[in-house]
């Protein structure tokens, strides 16, 4: 936005001066001319500082220094034009795409041109038993606590074959969020391992992380890609705030 508001700038500068020709004397001096015409020997030009005709010898005028600059001035006006009219465009179009995402907090997969809702999974916490024992019988708690995060079924109801799915992210909240490999279990399927610290009875979370690109269309609004095409799976696009166990999960299968 600024590079485009400084662009605007100098082509109103350029406009505003549009009128002003530096007609170049062989002398070094020049005389400031709306318009000029070359007329046998006599060069007659209209003075914006007099504001009328004057005629002067062409043997005096450096018309290829005049001629020079001015197609120059003319090349860059073009060009800052060109500019700011690819720089509408461009917004023009990351608008049009913002107007398409559902205002509701969610994520949403780019099928061509068409978007389709991917439903929020439904996980459940899975505590280590015998890791919770110990912890109650220790007289200091000195032994963390660890859980998973997991989703039931083996594989996921939405089936993308696309190996570099695009999606948007509307946000919830100002959270962390990306893509993650989901690990196989028996029935089901692993999203998080949580790592409760003793004491101050935070959450340290761990997760398979796809690297992924960002890109910010708005506020709480961002696309998001893999870096690299996925191999056959279960995945997930995740939202969470991290170390307080709050994970919002969009589970999808690659085939």
């Known amino acids: 936005m600024i590079r485009r508001l400084l662009a605007v700038g100098v082509l109103a500068a350029f406009c505003l001066s549009a009128a002003n020709i530096r007609l170049y004397l062989k002398d070094g001096t020049y005389q400031i001319a709306r318009e000029y015409k070359v007329e046998g020997d006599r060069v007659r030009f209209y003075s914006t500082e007099r504001g009328e005709w004057e005629e002067i010898p062409l043997a005096l005028i450096d018309l290829k220094r005049t001629e020079q600059e001015n197609a120059e001035r003319i090349r860059r006006e073009k060009e800052i034009a060109a500019e700011i009219s690819q720089e509408e465009a461009a917004e023009r179009a990351a608008r049009e795409e913002r107007e398409r995402i559902p205002v509701n907090p969610g994520v949403y997969l780019k099928e061509g041109d068409q978007l389709r809702t991917i439903p929020p999974a439904e996980s459940n916490i899975q505590s280590d038993k015998k890791r919770s024992v110990l912890k109650v019988l220790s007289p200091l708690p000195a032994i963390s606590g660890k859980s998973t995060v997991e989703l039931d079924g083996e594989t996921s109801k939405n089936v993308i074959m696309e190996r570099r799915p695009e999606f948007y992210i509307r946000l919830a909240a100002d959270e962390r969020f990306g893509i993650v490999r989901l690990k196989p279990k028996k029935r089901g399927r692993v999203v998080q391992t949580w790592e409760i610290l003793p004491v101050v009875k935070e959450i340290v979370e761990e997760q398979d992380d796809v690297e992924v690109f ?18 056959a799976g279960e995945y997930a696009v995740v939202e969470y705030t991290a170390g307080k166990g709050n994970i919002q999960v969009w589970d999808f299968s690659i085939r």
């Open 214 to 231: 960002r890109r910010q269309l708005d506020e709480g609004l961002y696309m998001i890609w893999p870096v690299k095409p996925l191999e």
